[in-house]
């Protein structure tokens, strides 16, 4: 596997959605890259934190952000292991994310229900990376939980 490759990457949000497996949370990662190096690493803390908008994408940009010291990440890949819900996105929009990468699709509540004009026009979009481990670990969590 190449070390830059959207594979090695979407296993690294992988690992951060099997913290939030352990914590109890829904498992979803995320990682923030820029210039082929991971800035920040995060995971779902909706319930660790009591707060909704804890998502690992809004998670991550907060991190990637404050490392970077500036607002904007349009030089940075976000590679997260579920296709971001409209506030996630809408936050991308206003970081200017230079490429969003997921893993699986969101057909309920995912972005794209809504268009791409969520995103910022420049974002860069890839999706259906490592598309059966980022759905089998949620499925997983779900059917325990019923």
């Given amino acids: 596997m190449n070390l830059y490759s959207h594979e090695y ?3 690294e949000a992988l690992k951060e959605a099997k913290v939030a497996l352990e914590l109890k949370e829904v498992p979803i990662g995320a990682v923030v890259v820029c210039n ?3 800035i ?3 995971h779902n803390l909706t319930e660790t934190l009591n707060d909704p ?3 690992a994408e809004m998670q991550a940009i907060t991190a990637a952000t404050t490392y970077l010291n500036g607002k904007y990440l349009d030089q940075c890949s976000l590679y997260v292991t ?3 819900c409209p506030m996630c996105a809408g936050a991308m929009f206003w970081a200017q994310l230079g490429k969003l990468v997921y893993g699986a699709s969101d057909p309920k509540r995912g972005y794209s229900l809504h268009g791409n004009s969520i995103l910022h026009p420049k974002t ?3 999706g259906s990376i490592l598309t059966n481990e980022c759905s089998g ?3 997983d969590f779900f059917r325990g939980r019923r």
């Fill in 9 to 11: 990457f979407m296993n």
């Fill in 36 to 38: 082929n190096r991971i």
């Fill in 40 to 42: 920040s690493r995060a």
């Fill in 53 to 55: 908008t804890a998502h």
């Fill in 82 to 84: 579920l296709e971001p």
């Fill in 124 to 126: 860069l979009v890839v």
């Fill in 137 to 139: 670990i949620l499925v």
